[in-house]
């Protein structure tokens, strides 16, 4: 018989959830940035770095610190030589500060022994992967659920064990609006960024909103222009995700697909009568529509919701049952 371990509730040391950057990066946890590429990710992250190694507050922040940290930066996209270090010192970045692991004799992977290594070696506080693609696993099938979430869990353990932040760039599918791969990647994930343009009008400027948190109140949209790989920071602004989204579709002439997509759903489902909420927010988060868009389009069209016994039922404003 296989021994196994037991711990009880009572047990368990209870701590609060630090963060490098509240509500956006907390430590010990996995955040991802996404967005189309071209549109600023790499830049917005290497300047958070590069004000991090300096210990400057983060945007829009009370204006105190954190001591400056250690990153650990890996690229496949971008030199260190003639990229990323110059962008980062013309931020501001402290240079001794900023780490590379060698990829020459072998590409890295979220599994590679070298990254928890490196962590403790270094005590890196930041950890930075860009993009996602290139450090998942060249033998993983990125629409693939169960192995991407296999993959992911060295990555989670290294994070929790280390009390380090991880952020991962990745980049979205233009043409459907959504993360490239599997919807686990965003679900492994305890906090998402969005970083799109805003408008036509105003080709450096960028818009970071945040899409999820898990262990946090979700934080404000902020504008930011980019120019020469800086970044300049310029409001906290209410805009949420969805319609940052919503925005980047308008700029381009075509409708909000993930809104189309959750009216489809929604309609189909309920189509034969009233369903289990969670069995119709399941099958939103299968078909990529995040949480936010599921309650708007739930109130565009009119579905009603009530308690039946224990169960949350939806039904569609003629629907029988309710």
């Not at 679900?187 to 948190?213: F, N, W, Y």
């Amino acid at each position: 018989m296989t021994e196994i371990e037991i711990t009880k509730a009572s047990e368990v040391k209870v701590r609060e959830i630090e963060w490098l950057w509240y509500p956006y990066i907390p430590f010990g946890k996995i955040t991802v940035v996404q967005g189309d590429a071209g549109d600023g990710k790499s830049t917005f992250v290497l300047n958070l770095a590069a004000m991090l190694s300096r210990g400057q507050p983060m945007p829009f922040t009370d204006g105190t610190g954190q001591p400056p940290i250690n990153i650990i930066y890996q690229s496949s996209e971008d030199d260190a030589d003639d990229t990323i270090v110059p962008r980062f010192i013309s931020a501001g970045g402290d240079p001794e500060r900023l780490l590379f692991i060698s990829e020459r004799e072998r590409y890295l992977s979220f599994s590679d022994e070298r990254l928890i290594q490196a962590v403790r070696q270094t005590g890196a506080r930041l950890v930075v992967l860009d993009p996602l693609s290139a450090y998942i696993g060249e033998e993983t099938g990125i629409n693939a659920a169960n192995e991407v979430r296999r993959q992911f869990r060295p990555l989670i353990e290294i994070a929790r064990e280390q009390r380090c932040a991880v952020l991962i760039v990745h980049h979205m599918n233009k043409a459907i609006n959504r993360a490239v791969g599997s919807v686990d990647i965003v679900g492994a994930a305890r906090s998402v960024l969005l970083v799109a343009r805003t408008d036509r009008e105003h080709p450096d400027e960028r818009i970071m909103a945040q899409v999820k948190c898990n262990v946090g109140p979700t934080g404000s949209a902020i504008v930011f222009s980019v120019g020469g790989g800086a970044v300049q920071w310029l409001e906290e602004t209410a805009r949420t995700a969805d319609e940052v989204l919503g925005n980047v579709f308008a700029s381009l002439g075509r409708p909000d697909t993930q809104m189309r997509q959750a009216k489809e759903v929604i309609s189909q489902l309920l189509s034969d009568g009233p369903k289990p909420q969670r069995e119709v927010m399941e099958k939103l988060r299968a078909a990529g529509v995040g949480e936010s868009t599921a309650k708007k389009t739930k109130q565009l069209l009119g579905v009603r919701s009530v308690k039946a016994g224990a169960v949350w039922l939806w039904s569609m404003p003629d629907g029988d049952g309710l």
